[in-house]
């Protein structure tokens, strides 16, 4: 069974993951993620090395409708949206920063 049925209806192709991490937490991130995929990253686009930061934030940009949107919010998601500018506004309407639902994601089967 999916962690996030919302995002199984959702799915992949309607949502991106997004990192920006840390220096420090590169390697933590990089291990991590293989543990739970079996797949070895590296930095890039949608995995960036930032120097400014000083921790992790894991984000997932998506499509919804009115009742998905509703839904994460009552699961109690801080879902930014609709969003008309900033980083991948041109493609997905919504945002959530939450390292708990990123990791549960990519258990379900979402990728970087």
Same mark, same amino acid.
């Given at each position: ?7 199984g ?6 949502a ?32 960036q090395?930032?120097?400014?930061? &000083? ?5 997932? %940009?998506?499509?919804?409708?009115d009742?998905? *949107?509703?839904? $994460?919010? +009552? =699961? /109690? ?9 900033? &980083?991948?506004?041109g493609?997905?309407? %919504? ?6 639902? *990123?990791?549960? $994601?990519? +258990? =379900? /089967?979402?990728?970087?």
């Amino acid at each position: 069974m999916l962690r996030s049925p919302v995002f199984g209806a959702i799915g992949t192709a309607n949502a991106k993951l997004h990192a920006e991490i840390a220096p420090k937490f590169v390697k933590e991130f990089q291990d991590q993620y293989f543990r739970k995929t079996k797949t070895r990253i590296a930095p890039g686009i949608h995995f960036q090395v930032q120097p400014n930061k &000083y921790g992790r934030e894991l984000r997932v %940009y998506f499509d919804a409708s009115d009742a998905q *949107f509703a839904a $994460l919010r +009552s =699961d /109690g998601h801080h879902v930014e949206g609709p969003r008309d500018g900033g &980083y991948l506004s041109g493609s997905y309407r %919504y945002r959530i920063n939450d390292m708990g639902l *990123f990791w549960d $994601l990519v +258990s =379900d /089967g979402f990728r970087l």
